[in-house]
């Protein structure tokens, strides 16, 4: 660091499952409302699932602009995209979105054998005030459990060949992890520490949305501390996405 503890200002981050810009069970397009709900919290970085690319039908809509084009907009400035789910008309994935320069990013598939595709995307950022660079990775994992197991292995396998030891880590977003097997086996291989455990003593129930039951949405960092995670409430997000958004506030 290059200012004394305390001078530089936190870090807030956010991580939702945009499901697609559509309510659950596909009823209604509500991107635009996405947009505004995620703008109000306004995070630094945000950590999207499930995000758009394109779509033949659904860019009409927005002018051609890809969704996590269009949800940054003139908030975001910089962004990264990593496509992980191709289909006839179009294709989405996970992406970041960012106030600070992007300097650098990569999106790994993870794929196991079989129909679903799924991917890591791990950005570098440069964080004013700071000499080390932030590494952030946006998490969308499979809904088996042998798959998940093997893709937590694969994401600490990148953390541990891509990410420097004393740079900050924050890996978020969509673990489906429901029985929380992944929290010992990344503090063991990669020295994350989940935010809500840390803070709480257990992760978010974050799905369904409306009524939460399971802990399927995750942050986790290393080299880095935590202040007050929340889960956001279920007034507009109920409506906005089947899982639930966490937002937290990190200290670098």
């Known amino acids: ?109 993870v794929s196991i054998t079989g129909p679903e595709k799924r991917g890591l995307l791990h950005c570098v950022l440069r964080v004013p005030g700071h000499e080390v660079e932030v590494h952030a990775i946006c998490v969308h994992l499979g809904l088996a459990e042998a798959h998940r197991q093997q893709q937590l292995e694969l994401l600490c396998e990148i953390v541990r060949s891509e990410v420097p030891d004393k740079a900050p880590l924050i890996v978020a977003g969509d673990f489906n992890d429901w029985r929380r097997r992944a929290h010992d086996m990344l503090w063991r291989e990669a020295g994350l520490k989940e935010v809500f455990v840390t803070a709480y003593g257990e992760s978010a129930k974050t799905f369904p949305a409306r009524f939460p039951l399971l802990s399927l949405d995750r942050i986790y960092v290393r080299n880095a501390s935590v202040h007050l995670p929340v889960v956001l409430p279920r007034r507009p997000w109920s409506h906005l996405s089947d899982h639930a958004p966490l937002a937290a506030e990190i200290h670098l």
């Open 1 to 109: 660091m290059t200012d004394p503890v305390g001078t530089v200002p936190p870090l807030t981050v956010m991580t939702v499952n945009t499901h697609k810009g559509f309510t659950t069970f596909n009823r209604r397009f509500i991107l635009p409302e996405l947009r505004d709900a995620v703008r109000k919290v306004g995070a630094d970085v945000v950590f999207l699932q499930e995000v758009l690319g394109t779509h033949e039908e659904h860019d009409k809509k927005l002018n051609g602009s890809p969704h996590y084009e269009f949800m940054a907009d003139s908030i975001w400035p910089e962004f990264a995209y990593g496509r992980n789910v191709v289909y006839p008309k179009g294709h989405h994935g996970n992406a970041v979105m960012s106030k600070f320069p992007i300097v650098h990013y990569q999106n790994h598939d």
